[in-house]
C-alpha cells in the first residue's frame, strides 16, 4: 500500500446460511442476504455499490442448482444425527456397569489424550439431551435410561449404506472418511489416531479438495463468492490497484471461484494458510495466475508480528 493511500473493508462473509423448505420467494433471499454483511471499516469513501454486490450474492446464494436441496439436507442432516448418536452410545455402552457408566472410568480406562477429553464429555452432553443418559451426583456418572435395540441400529445403518449408494465418488470419499474415524473412536480419543494424517495422506489433498471444492455444497458456495467478486470488479476503478489477503486458504477452493474474477494486470493476491503444506499444490493449480505470492499467516495473532505493516496489506 503507498503511503496516503486508505484502505477499506469492503465485505466479510458470515458462516451462516438458513432456508425453509419452500426454498424460494422473498423471504428466502432476504434471509440468504444474511450470508453478505457490509462493513465500512475506514473514513474512505467506498466507490464500489455494496448494495448491489449484496443482491447479486443473494441472488446467487438462493439460486440453487437441481442436485441442491435445503429440504433434503435438513431431512438428511437429521438422520444423519441419529446415527451419529448411535454410534456414540454404542461405543460408551460397551463401559456401562448395572445400569450406570462413568465418564472418568472411560477416560482412565482408556488412557484418553487431555485435548480429546472435551470430545468425549460433549458425547455424554448429546447423549443426555437424547435421553439416553441423566447425569448423577457421583462425580462422572450417568444412569442409563434407555437403549436402541439392534433392530433400530440395523435401520441406521441401512438407511446410512443406502444413502451412500447414492453418492457421486466425491462425496463418497468424505463418507468413507466418517466411517474411518467411527472405526477407530478409541484411537481418536487416545491420540493414537491423527485424523488430519488420514486425510492428508502421502501428502494427498483430493479428500480435503472433496470437502471444500469439488462436492456440491461447496461448489455452490463458491460459484456465489466468484459472482459476488465479478460484480465488485465490474464497479472497481480503472485506476485503482486490487489488493486481496485471503487467510487459511487451504487448498485453494473458494480462491479457483475468486482469481478468474480478478484483472491481471493490477491484482496483488495474498495465498496465505497456517503451515507451507499446501503452497506447492497451489503454486501448481494456480501457475496462470503471476499477481498470486504466498506466505504464511495466522488471523489469530498479531498481523504486525507476522511482518505486515499498519493500514497494509503487503
Same mark, same amino acid.
Request: proline share 4%; glycine share 6%; with cysteine.
Given at each position: 500500500?503507498?503511503?496516503?493511500?486508505?484502505?477499506?473493508?469492503?465485505?466479510?462473509? !458470515?458462516?451462516? %446460511?438458513h $432456508?425453509?423448505?419452500?426454498?424460494?420467494?422473498?423471504?428466502?433471499?432476504?434471509?440468504? @442476504?444474511?450470508?453478505v454483511?457490509?462493513?465500512?471499516?475506514?473514513?474512505?469513501?467506498?466507490?464500489?455499490? $455494496?448494495?448491489?454486490?449484496?443482491?447479486v450474492? @443473494?441472488?446467487?446464494?438462493?439460486? $440453487?442448482?437441481?442436485?441442491?436441496?435445503?429440504?433434503?439436507y435438513h431431512? %438428511?442432516?437429521?438422520? &444423519?444425527?441419529?446415527?451419529? &448418536?448411535?454410534?456414540?452410545?454404542?461405543?460408551?455402552r460397551?463401559f456401562?456397569?448395572?445400569g450406570?457408566?462413568?465418564?472418568d472410568?472411560?477416560?482412565?480406562?482408556?488412557?484418553?489424550k487431555?485435548?480429546? $477429553?472435551?470430545?468425549?464429555?460433549?458425547?455424554?452432553?448429546?447423549?443426555?439431551?437424547?435421553?439416553v443418559?441423566?447425569?448423577?451426583?457421583?462425580q462422572?456418572?450417568?444412569?442409563?435410561?434407555k =437403549?436402541?435395540?439392534?433392530?433400530?441400529? =440395523?435401520?441406521?445403518?441401512?438407511? #446410512?449404506?443406502?444413502y &451412500?449408494?447414492q453418492?457421486?465418488?466425491?462425496?463418497?470419499?468424505?463418507?468413507?472418511?466418517?466411517?474411518? @474415524?467411527?472405526?477407530?473412536?478409541?484411537?481418536?480419543?487416545? +491420540?493414537?489416531?491423527n485424523?488430519?494424517e488420514h486425510?492428508?495422506?502421502?501428502?494427498?489433498?483430493?479428500?480435503?479438495?472433496?470437502?471444500? /471444492?469439488?462436492?456440491?455444497?461447496?461448489r455452490?458456495f463458491?460459484?456465489?463468492? +466468484?459472482?459476488? !467478486?465479478?460484480?465488485?470488479?465490474?464497479q472497481w476503478?480503472a485506476?485503482?490497484? !486490487?489488493?486481496?489477503l485471503?487467510?487459511g486458504a487451504?487448498v485453494?477452493?473458494?480462491?479457483?471461484?475468486?482469481?478468474? /474474477?480478478?484483472?491481471?494486470?493490477?491484482?496483488?493476491? &495474498?495465498?496465505?494458510?497456517?503451515?507451507?503444506?499446501?503452497?506447492?499444490?497451489a503454486?501448481?493449480?494456480?501457475?496462470?495466475?503471476?499477481?498470486?505470492?504466498y506466505?504464511? #499467516?495466522d488471523?489469530?495473532?498479531?498481523?504486525?508480528? /507476522?511482518?505486515?505493516?499498519?493500514?497494509?496489506?503487503?
Amino acid at each position: 500500500m503507498k503511503a496516503g493511500e486508505s484502505s477499506t473493508l469492503h465485505a466479510y462473509v !458470515v458462516p451462516e %446460511f438458513h $432456508l425453509d423448505e419452500k426454498e424460494a420467494g422473498e423471504s428466502e433471499v432476504n434471509d440468504a @442476504c444474511d450470508v453478505v454483511n457490509v462493513l465500512a471499516a475506514t473514513k474512505a469513501e467506498i466507490v464500489p455499490d $455494496l448494495a448491489t454486490i449484496r443482491c447479486v450474492a @443473494c441472488e446467487e446464494v438462493a439460486r $440453487l442448482p437441481a442436485d441442491l436441496s435445503v429440504a433434503g439436507y435438513h431431512d %438428511f442432516f437429521s438422520q &444423519l444425527e441419529r446415527y451419529s &448418536l448411535m454410534i456414540m452410545w454404542r461405543f460408551i455402552r460397551t463401559f456401562e456397569r448395572r445400569g450406570t457408566v462413568n465418564l472418568d472410568t472411560i477416560t482412565s480406562h482408556l488412557s484418553v489424550k487431555e485435548n480429546y $477429553l472435551h470430545l468425549l464429555h460433549s458425547w455424554f452432553t448429546e447423549l443426555e439431551s437424547e435421553g439416553v443418559y441423566r447425569r448423577s451426583e457421583e462425580q462422572g456418572s450417568y444412569s442409563v435410561l434407555k =437403549q436402541w435395540d439392534d433392530e433400530q441400529w =440395523q435401520a441406521a445403518q441401512n438407511w #446410512f449404506d443406502s444413502y &451412500l449408494g447414492q453418492c457421486d465418488n466425491n462425496e463418497l470419499s468424505i463418507w468413507q472418511f466418517f466411517l474411518y @474415524c467411527t472405526d477407530h473412536l478409541d484411537g481418536l480419543l487416545t +491420540g493414537e489416531i491423527n485424523p488430519l494424517e488420514h486425510m492428508f495422506r502421502g501428502g494427498n489433498t483430493d479428500l480435503a479438495e472433496s470437502f471444500y /471444492q469439488r462436492n456440491r455444497v461447496p461448489r455452490h458456495f463458491n460459484r456465489v463468492a +466468484g459472482e459476488a !467478486v465479478a460484480e465488485l470488479m465490474a464497479q472497481w476503478p480503472a485506476d485503482k490497484p !486490487v489488493r486481496v489477503l485471503e487467510f487459511g486458504a487451504g487448498v485453494g477452493s473458494i480462491t479457483a471461484s475468486v482469481l478468474p /474474477q480478478l484483472p491481471e494486470n493490477k491484482t496483488d493476491y &495474498l495465498f496465505t494458510d497456517l503451515s507451507t503444506f499446501f503452497f506447492d499444490k497451489a503454486r501448481e493449480k494456480f501457475g496462470d495466475y503471476p499477481f498470486l505470492r504466498y506466505e504464511l #499467516f495466522d488471523i489469530n495473532d498479531d498481523p504486525f508480528e /507476522q511482518g505486515f505493516e499498519q493500514d497494509s496489506l503487503i
